[in-house]
């Protein structure tokens, strides 16, 4: 078992490599080397996992408030402006919606 100061240190560790885009058998195999024990790599790719889930979420919650930004804004075109824009007024509902799908499919984890 580690310190928790020498914990603490390899997890920031993890995390920088999480930050640069490493895959989690990349930050294992690092962690391996620094010597850690298995059981300590087990509980920080757990907190990794953990801000991956996060981060997904937030990036949901971005593209749900995009999505719907993008209907309303498609409803209002069509309501105020009228048929002169049709085509605009017909995609952005549809493609806030898809965005605001995808969106929530990410807040869910799915």
Known sequence: MLSKKEYEEFLNHAKSLYAQGRNDR?????????????????AIMKEIKSLRKYNLRQKGVREFLVGISFTIAGALIA???????NYV?????????IIATKGLFNILGL
Request: glycine share 6%; proline share 3%.
């Open 79 to 85: 309501y105020f402006v009228g048929y002169s824009v």
């Open 89 to 97: 007024a017909m995609a952005l509902p549809i493609i806030g919606v």
């Open 26 to 42: 990349y930050v294992v195999l690092q962690l391996a080397e620094k010597k850690v024990s298995s059981e300590d790599i087990d």
